[in-house]
C-alpha cells in the first residue's frame, strides 16, 4: 500500500499529561511507524504508514487527547517516506529555541489512583503520594522546564527498580509520571507537635484524624501550601482557630469526602457538582442547608459556603479515616494578610502558636498556589481566585502581541504575562501589602519568566502611585504604561472574551484611583481595549477616613446620612438604631470630619454605597474582611421572598454636563424611612439591589440611545454578587443587549493584570 510520512508539532498542555503514552499506543494501534518526543516547544510526532492509517490518527489526536490535555495547536507537514522506519519509538526530550509548551496546572488524585490507594492488594495501598500521568502535582513542583523529574523536587527521590519499570513502560499509566513514587522510594509524612518536634506514630494520617476529633487545630502541608485544618462541626474548635488566626467573621471553606456528604450540607446543582468533582478541584461557593451538623460560626451572616472536595492522596485517606470528623475547615496556612506557608521550616516558625500539630511530608513545594474559589453565577462558572487547578493554563488572546506585563493592583493582586498572543495570569498572589507577599510576588514574576523563557518588551500597572506593583513596575526598564484600575476591569472582560470595543462598560467595584482627584468605582465607561470616556457614575460620597473608610460600613453609613439628609441626619435622635452601637465620641469625631470636610476624599465607588447600606442596616458596622458588607447585603437580599421582591426605590438620574449621575440620596432617604416603619431588613436589601439594577439598566439605555453602542460589559468587585450579576444580565439582553462578564478572570483585582496588559498591548 501506498506509504505516507508526516511531522506533527502540538503546542498546548501535552507534557506531564501522559501526551506520550497516548501517541504512542495509538500509533501503535494504526501500525504507524516513527517516534514522539517533548521538547520546549510542545510535543514532536513523526509518523509512516498508509495514508488511511495516519488520517485515523490525526483525527483521534485532535478528538481524544488524555483527559488533562489541552491542545492549542497542531501543525502538519509533510515528509519524505524513510526505508529505515521499522517501529515506533519514544525518544528523550530535545531543547528547542523558543518555550512554546505549556506546563499543567495541579490535578487532582484520578479515579484510577483512588482506586489503587484504598486497595490493600496495591503496592500504593494508602500511599499518600500517590500519582500517575493523570493527576498529581505539577505547577507546584516544577523548577524550570522541560516538565522532566530533574527539573521538579522529586529530583531528590531515586526511583526504586519497580517506580523505575513503570516509568520506562509505554504502556504503563505511569511512563514518564514525573512525581512517579511509592513507599519504598517516594515522599513520606511525619507526624510533630506544636513546637514541631516530632512525633513517631505508626500511622501519621491516623493520628491526624484522631487530633481533629479531639478539637485541634492541626497545620497540614497540601499540594501549593499549608492549610490549617480543624473539625468543621464543632463551635469551639472553628471559634479556637478565628481567635488564633484574628479573623472574627471571615467565611472558612470546609471539604468533605464526597459529594453525597456535601449535599447532605449544601444545596448544590448539577453544574456546581461537575465543578466539585473535577480534575481542577476548586472551592466551590454553594448554598447552605439549615440545621446540619456543621458549625454555624463558619461563615457567619452569609447563606453561602466555600466547599472543596479531597485532591490529593492525602486528603482522600485523611477524610476516609474513621475518627475524622465528617467536616474539615481547611483555611490557608497564614496570618492574615501574608502569603501561605509553603516550606516545613518556615511553616513551623510562621504557625508557631496557630496549630496543635504538624503533619508535614519531605515533598519540596516549590510554588506556592492557594486553593482556587469559583461559584456559579449567571449560569456560568466564574472565577473568584484563580490558582490552584487553572494556574499556569493560558487564555488565547485575540490578538498577537509584543510580550507584556501586567503588574496588577493591590489587593488579590496577580500579574499576568502576554506571549504572543496567549495570556498567563499568575496564580493568586494575595494582599501585596507585607514584604513576605512583596517577595512571592517579584519571586513569582521571575519564576514565570524563566518557565515561559521570556522577557517582556512592555510593562504596566495601576495609576494609584502608591501601589507596591505600582513601584515595582517604574523600576522596570521596559517602557511603562498606566492604566486606570477600572478600565483595566473592563478590558480583562473584554480581553478573555475577544473584544476590542468600543463597549459599553458598567463597572462596579471598590475603589480605585484616577486622574481627577475623586476615587471611582460606581462607573459607566464607554470603553475599548486602549482607552474610555467616563458617560456616567454614582453620586459622590465623603470617604471619611480616606481608605480606613473602607474597613468601617459605619462611617460610610454617616457619610450617606450626610449626604442624603444634610448635617441634622446625624443627630442623635435621628440616626438608625444600629448606628448607636458605636462609641459616642467615635461617632462625634467622624460627624466632624464629615461636616468640615476633612480628610473626606469623594468616591462614586459602588462597594462604598454597599458599606453605607450594610451600616445603615446594622448589618456591618465594622468588616473583618473586605466585601463583607457586600456578601452580607446580598444575604438578605437573598432571604426576601417572592412577594418581597419589589422595586420599591425609584432610580434617580441626573445630567451634569453630559455626565449621567445615578444619585444615591433619594434611595437612601427611602430607606431610613423603611428603617422606621420596621419594613423588615430583607425586604430593604433586596430593594436596594433592585434600585441598582433598574438604574443601571436606565443608564445603559440611555447610552445606546446617545452612542449606538449595544454591547456591555459587566466587570469589578461587585460582580462578585450573584443578585446583581444576574439581574443586570438577565435585564440587559431583555432589553437587546450583549452582555459579557469575566469567566476564566475573575471579576474583581484578580483580574486587573490581564486588562492592564490587554490594554497596553500593541497591534
Ligand atoms: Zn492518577
Ligand atoms: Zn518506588
Ligand atoms: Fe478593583
Redesign the pocket.
Known sequence: MHQQAIQISVQGIVQGVGFRPFVYRLAGKMQLKGSVANSSNGVFIELQGTKKAIATFCSRLENEPPPVSRITSITIKEISVQKQRSEFIILPSLQAEQANTQISPDIGLCSDCIRELFDRRDRRHRYPFINCTNCGPRFSIIKTIPYDRPNTSMDVFTLCPQCEREYHDPLNRRFHAQPNACPTCGPSLSWHDEDGESITANDCIAACAEALARGKIVAIKGLGGFHLAVDATSISAVATLRERKHRREKPLAIMVRDLEQAREYCLISEQEEELLSSHRAPIVLVEKRNNTILAENLAPGIGILGLMLPYTPLHHLLLADHNCPHALVMTSGNLSGEPICTGNDEALARLHGLADHFLLHNREIVTRVDDSVVRVMAKKARMLRRARGYTPEPLLLAHQTKNVLGCG?EMKNSFCIVRNNEAFISQHIGELTSPLALDFYTESITHFQNILETDFQAVTCDLHPDYLSTRFCEKLPQPCKQVQ?HHA?GAAVMAEHGLDGPVLAVIF??T?YSDDGTVYGGEWYLADRRGYTRLAHLSLLPLPGGDVAAGEPWRMAMAMLYMAAGTNALELQRLPEALLQIDTGKRAVITQMITQKINCPLTSSCGRLFDAVAGLLGLCLIADYEGQAAMQLEHQAAMAGVAQRTNRYNPALKDKEGVLILDSRPLIRQIVEDLQQNVAIPVIAYGFHQWLQDGSIEILRQLRQQTGLDTVVLA??SFQNKILLEGITTGCIDIGFSVFSGEQVPA??GG?ALGQAYAAMQG
Request: aromatic share 0%; proline share 0%.
Open positions: 493592583a484600575h476591569h467595584d471598590g480605585g469589578g468587585g474583581g483585582d486587573i
